[in-house]
């Protein structure tokens, strides 16, 4: 890949990654409301007001109106910009320590990038799921949190919850972030890496970051889902008067209780929209990324 600074690579990933969230933010929504459906009932015991992807999609348009299909979707940028940000900065310094030129150096880079990149962009992501989880009682499916902005919702946490409250729920992001860090940033490499080799396309064809982030999203949903759908359920849970989660003491207790009183495949609830939502934005956001890498590479050298 091209050889740019960590700060440089701060601004394109999280500029990438902002660019694919435009486009895949429905079908977090999508996701969202059906992982949270059902929630800690035996499957055939609850009613389903989403039934699949395309049902879904039509049931949120009519709930909610066609902007529904977009809720969250500042505080998705907000979370896209900050996680990103400092998880592609990070990789790009393990990058330049040599790290991933080691045998699964890759894939720590990548972990190790995704944890930190998770913790920082935590309160956004709670944000995100708790405004996206909203809608119409006819049509709710989890805990209703009624919160009218993403700037209305950092107070009320705050004030409710305290500074503490904003990452709560930080123990199943990490985790979440690292094996999909880890899975999407050293399969990418060696995806396109592998494409070059063949010599199917031009070596510094768009495509070839494409057939990469392709490849490279199936590797990132067959793995991240469960922790997905661990994630949603504990930012998306009611809180105590101390705020303590009221039906998931962490991420173990989530999984838990999830599997025994939905069964294991609940864990991976929403898979369908999460690879149309997780594979599109892979491949959007490692496209662009690997793009604008090489005209910032250009230009630095141009520079130079």
């Known amino acids: 890949m091209e ?9 394109l990933g999280a500029s990438a990654c902002c660019l694919a969230c435009f486009f895949t933010n429905p079908l977090e929504v999508v996701k969202t409301r059906l992982q949270l459906q059902g929630e800690l009932q035996a499957r055939g015991t609850y009613p389903r007001p989403y039934r699949g992807f395309v049902a879904a999609v039509v049931a949120v348009a009519r709930a909610d109106g066609l902007w529904g299909l977009q809720k969250g979707l500042a505080a998705g940028l907000l979370y896209q910009g900050l996680m990103n940000g400092v998880r592609f900065y990070c990789y790009s310094l393990t990058c330049q320590t040599g790290l991933a030129q080691q045998p699964g150096g890759t894939i720590v880079a990548g972990a190790i990038a995704g944890a930190l990149g998770a913790f920082v962009g935590s309160p956004a992501y709670l944000i995100k799921t708790q405004l996206q989880a909203q809608t119409v009682a006819t049509m ?13 919702a950092l107070e009320t946490i705050w004030q409710q919850q305290g500074l503490a409250g904003l990452w709560r ?26 494409v070059q080799e063949q010599q199917w396309l031009p070596e510094d064809s768009w495509l070839v970051a494409l ?29 105590d008067g101390a705020g303590r989660g009221q039906l998931y ?27 149309l939502r997780l594979g599109p934005h892979t491949i959007l956001s490692m496209l662009f990324w690997d793009e604008l890498r090489k005209l910032a590479g250009g230009a630095q050298q141009q520079g130079t």
């Open 3 to 11: 050889a740019v600074p960590p700060a440089v690579d701060l601004v």
């Open 211 to 239: 057939t990469g982030g392709m490849i490279s999203s199936v590797a990132v949903v067959a793995v991240m889902t469960p922790f997905d759908v661990v994630s949603t359920r504990l930012y998306n849970q009611p809180v």
């Open 169 to 194: 729920g930080v123990g199943g992001a990490v985790p979440r972030v690292m094996v999909g860090s880890a899975a999407q940033l050293a399969t990418f490499a060696s995806a396109k890496a592998w």
């Open 140 to 152: 709710a499916v989890g805990h209703q949190h009624h919160h009218q902005s993403v700037l209305g």
């Open 249 to 275: 003491g962490g991420l173990a207790d989530c999984l838990v209780k999830i599997w025994r009183q939905e069964g294991p495949l609940a864990l991976y609830k929403g898979l369908g929209p999460s690879y």
